[in-house]
Structure formats: C-alpha cells, structure tokens
C-alpha cells in the first residue's frame, strides 16, 4: 500500500501516537500503518490493481481521520482557590495564576511542559487570559481565550480535551477564571442585537413578568412550567437549596458554607411571587479553578497520575425547538441538556443508572430539578417525588453537588465548568474528605450556558 502524503507525514512524525484502537488495543501509527500494508501486498498477490491501491489510500486516510480522536485523556492536576463574594476576591491575574500554580503542582509537571492552554471568563477585556498566564510564566505557549457564557469553563475543558485526543497537544491547561460585580447580571453592549433577543420574545409571550431579570425570568420560568405541569411545589425548589447548604458545609472553597433550613429559604425574600425567593438564586462570585489533561502516554513518561480519565464529553448548542415548541423548560436549556447526555452515554456504552455522583448546573434551585429529568437521573414529571424521597442526596440514587453546587459554592462564570471537575476528580481518586460518596467509579458533569451551550462531561476513575 501507498499511504497518501499526509498519511505518510504522520506515520513519519508521530510513530507511537495512538492511531486507532484494532483487535481490543491501541495502535500507533507505526503498527496501523505496518498492518495495512500487509494487508495491501496480500492484495496486490492477489492482483489488485492501482486504482484499488487508491481506494484503500482513501479509507486509510478516512479511517485515520475518524479515530484519531480515540485516545484516552487524563485530568492528571486540578486547582482552584475559595470562592468569595464580589470585592473580596483579588484581581483576576492573581486568582488565575493561584489555581494554575495549584493544578501543576497538582500534577506534578511546570508550566514550561504544557503546550496549549484554553482560558475561559465572560467578564474581561480581549485576551485576559494572556495576561493571567504571565503571572505564572511566559513560555510562548498558545493561549486561546474562551467565552461561552455560563458553559465557559467546561468549554474550554472541551476544547483542552479535544486538543489532547486529537493528537495535536499531549498536555493541556483549561482555567478558568471571573472577577464579578455584585448583583444581577446585565447587558453589558446596548448599541448592538443582544443574543438573547429570541429568549426574551418567548418569554415574554409564554410568562411575561417583563420587571424580573432576563436569568431569573428565563430559569424562574422554566421552573414555573413544571409547577404548571405537574403541581410541583414552591417548597421542592427550597428543599433543593437546603440540601446545597448542607454539603457545601463540608466544602472549605464554598462562598457560603451555613446550613439553611427549607423554612429559611422559604423566608427569604420573594424574587418573583410565587416562583422564586432569594435563597434559590445562586449569588454572584468571584474565583478560578485549572485542570491539566494529558494524554497517556505524556502521563507515563512523566510519571504523572492517571486515576481520572474523561470517558466521554459532548456540546451542544440550541435547536430549532428551543424557539419553536414554546416550552419554557426548552429556553432554560432542557433540550441541549437531554442531546448531551444522551450523546454522552452513547459514547460510554452506560446509562444514567450508572453514574455515582454528579455535579450539575444549579444556577437556580429550579434549574437542578429540571435537569434531573433532562440527565435522566429520574423521568420526565417525577424530579418533585426524586426531591422529597432523597434520591438527590447521601443515601439516594445519586449525589447531586456534593461541592455545595452553583447555590452554595458560588458561580464564577467563567470558573464554574472547571470547579464542577476539579470535584468530580476529588471524588473519583477519593481525597473528598467529609464530601466523599462511596465508591464513586462515574462522575457526570453538567454545565449550561444560556445563548445557549451546554457541556456534558463523564469521568471514570481507571
């Protein structure tokens, strides 16, 4: 066989990158390449022709392209500092590089060995991220910045991750950094078409309540929906949130680690009558939090741990129904979130009833129960009953936030997707001290931005 010129080039350059995985195993280059050229002077014995030579130069190349991606992706460090309150958090270069510094050391490697780094905030001028990493050093590594609203963190995870499986990185920095003001969030560029035109007509059609904030309306709304629907109670929502306070009390990085009551959360001051208190909202923070990934191989010649792998991970953004089929639940992400696990456990061959712990994307109280359903930790109608009954929690089927989630630990937009893993890998190599779920193998990740995106990450502790 006659591989093509960048087949070539590959094999040439990169004879021990993993290839494809063929009878059960990895293969690299070299052994790929040594295999179907057997196969080609076996064929040829056989008196194929040069035009047959072409066709199998092209399903080489086709197959290289579709499995290169299969190589396995390690969080061999993780980082992140407490989260506080806006104006009392440091500025955002110290933050970053105090999470970075951690997720190296973490790993055990300096910042001279990483070779691309996706940083990832909402709120900052053009290349923040740049200007973060020169605290940490100036290596001329590529530095590419991330923003995805809310997503942002678990973005730049993505594409870390991607860079890694792809072959064109073997170790990968993802931080994710926001330094915040307090209160609700705004629109920052009134002189252009916000992205979120489409989400405010909808709701404003389907629930009006054009005096709340567009965030609240839009997940406040969602939650609306599902009381609607199926008679889920105001006090469900505060059950949530009382069950966040409870594990973020464990937590020594949460922004707020009291222990609120149902009937505290029920006290607090209504946001939106009848839907929402204060205490279902989750507060403005400031923070960061690093992951390293890095392939398998860079980990073992590095000697660098690989406890923690990234099974599975997919994106996806809004579909046509999300405007279409006037479903609240749908403009708060329901629908990008039942895409991505499904692609999710697709691509790990489980289902839901595997996963042990779950870290997932509480902005609001309401926000979680959707998402029960929407991940399918419980069906469609039943989050109120998977509430009341336990299954959210130590003891149930599954142990949602155990950080304290987006309610108690805080959301620092652009940190909250890399905080989520930095838990998930605590929980998976089992060093979650008072947080700790038993024997936790699967840790799935949630994290949704409005606009929309919306990442769906699983972790198997090998």
């Known amino acids: 066989m006659y591989a093509t010129r960048s087949s070539h080039r590959a094999v040439r350059q990169y004879p021990e990158r993993i290839a494809a995985r063929l009878a059960g195993r990895a293969r690299c280059f070299r052994e790929f390449a040594n295999r179907v050229a057997q196969l080609a002077g076996a064929l040829q014995q056989l008196g194929m022709q040069e035009d047959d030579r072409v066709a199998m130069n092209f399903l080489f190349n086709r197959f290289i392209a579709e499995h290169t991606m299969s190589r396995d992706v390690y969080v061999a460090g993780i980082g992140m500092i407490p989260f506080t309150k806006p104006g009392a958090n440091e500025p955002y270069p ?273 926000n979680e129960l959707l998402t029960y359903e929407a991940l399918g930790l419980c069906a469609e109608g039943e989050a109120e009953k998977f509430v009341v009954d336990g299954d959210n929690t130590y003891g149930g089927k599954f142990v949602t936030n155990p950080s304290g989630g987006l309610l108690s630990k805080g959301h620092p937009l652009g940190a909250t997707g890399i905080a989520q893993c930095v838990e998930l890998v605590q929980q998976l190599r089992g060093t979650a001290e008072a947080r700790q779920v038993p024997n936790a193998r699967l840790g799935l990740q949630h994290n949704v931005g409005l606009g929309g995106a919306c990442v769906v990450t699983l972790y198997e502790r090998v």
């Open 94 to 366: 110290q933050m970053a590089a105090r999470a970075t510094t951690a997720a190296l050391a973490d790993a055990g490697i300096g910042y001279a060995q990483v070779q691309q780094c996706y940083v990832g905030y909402v709120y900052g001028d053009s290349t923040a991220g740049q200007r973060a990493l020169y605290n940490v050093g100036m290596t001329g590594v590529p530095v590419i910045n991330v923003n995805n609203n809310c997503s942002t963190g678990s973005t730049a995870l993505y594409l870390a991750r991607q860079a890694v499986a792809s072959g064109a990185a073997e170790c990968v920095l993802a931080l994710g950094f926001e330094q915040m003001n307090p209160g609700a969030l705004g629109t920052i560029f009134k002189d252009r078409p916000s992205p979120f035109d489409h989400f405010d007509a909808i709701s404003e059609d389907l629930v009006g309540a054009s005096d709340v904030p567009p965030a609240l309306r839009y997940f406040g709304g969602a939650g609306l929906a599902h009381m609607r629907q199926y008679g889920t109670k105001l006090s469900t929502f505060a059950k949530i949130r009382a069950k966040a306070s409870r594990h973020a009390a464990n937590n020594p990085l949460a922004v707020f680690r009291n222990v609120v009551t149902e009937d505290e959360v029920l006290a607090s001051p209504m946001l939106w009558e009848g839907v929402m208190t204060r205490l279902m909202a989750c507060p403005p923070t400031s923070g960061a939090a690093a992951a390293i990934v890095c392939s398998e191989q860079f980990a073992q010649k590095h000697g660098l741990n690989r406890e923690v792998k990234i099974a599975a991970q997919a994106m996806t953004t809004d579909f046509a129904a999300t405007f279409e089929n006037r479903d609240m639940r749908l403009i708060a992400g329901a629908g990008m979130t039942q895409a991505a696990a499904r692609q999710v456990y697709e691509q790990a061959g489980i289902g839901p009833q595997d996963i042990d712990v779950v870290e997932l994307h509480d902005c609001f109280a309401h």
